[in-house]
């Protein structure tokens, strides 16, 4: 984990604190989320407090700072997929797992966030479940597919 913490950090150069995003962009992609000591040994490197880094970061929604579920639900909610129904996705996926955007479930199986547009309008709404498209997809089949990827997650 370090050592991807610092493999990113070295393709950077100290102090320049405008490649902060970029920088917890990549940590992020490499990692799956932003630690506690990603999130220090980067405001070391940029010479920014660890306030300061998580203020900027969690204006942005596209950062997290727990790691992903083993299932990762992306739902998307551009123009589209909204006008399509996405909303009601949303809601029952939050029904049916008991978190919020940006969370994992205690026991560490699902998480979900919401996304802007996944390049598939005419198939919406469109959700994508670790990394697998799910197209027209409406809200009654959610729980159906969360009950389908519990019995995966039980038997794996
Ligand atoms: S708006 Fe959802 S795929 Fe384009």
Redesign the pocket.
């Given at each position: 984990m370090a050592n991807s913490i610092d493999s990113v950090l070295n393709k950077y150069k100290s102090g320049k604190r405008e490649d902060l995003i970029p920088l917890l962009q990549e940590i992020q992609e490499n990692m799956g989320y932003l630690s506690e000591e990603a999130i220090v040994k980067t405001g070391n490197f940029l010479g920014l407090s660890t306030t300061k880094i998580y203020g900027l970061a969690t204006f942005y929604d596209r950062f997290r700072f727990i790691p992903a579920g083993k299932i990762q639900i992306r739902i998307?909610?551009?123009?589209?997929?909204?006008l399509?129904g996405?909303q009601s996705i949303i809601n029952k996926i939050k029904e049916e797992l008991g978190i919020l955007p940006g969370q994992t479930t205690r026991n560490g199986n699902f998480s979900y966030e919401i996304v802007?547009?996944?390049?598939?309008?005419c198939?919406?709404?469109?959700i994508n479940v670790n990394g697998q498209y799910h197209t027209h997809i409406k809200s009654e089949q959610i729980p159906e597919l969360i009950k389908r990827l519990k019995y995966v997650l039980e038997n794996d």
């Amino acid at each position: 984990m370090a050592n991807s913490i610092d493999s990113v950090l070295n393709k950077y150069k100290s102090g320049k604190r405008e490649d902060l995003i970029p920088l917890l962009q990549e940590i992020q992609e490499n990692m799956g989320y932003l630690s506690e000591e990603a999130i220090v040994k980067t405001g070391n490197f940029l010479g920014l407090s660890t306030t300061k880094i998580y203020g900027l970061a969690t204006f942005y929604d596209r950062f997290r700072f727990i790691p992903a579920g083993k299932i990762q639900i992306r739902i998307c909610n551009g123009t589209s997929c909204f006008l399509n129904g996405s909303q009601s996705i949303i809601n029952k996926i939050k029904e049916e797992l008991g978190i919020l955007p940006g969370q994992t479930t205690r026991n560490g199986n699902f998480s979900y966030e919401i996304v802007s547009c996944m390049g598939g309008c005419c198939n919406g709404p469109v959700i994508n479940v670790n990394g697998q498209y799910h197209t027209h997809i409406k809200s009654e089949q959610i729980p159906e597919l969360i009950k389908r990827l519990k019995y995966v997650l039980e038997n794996d």
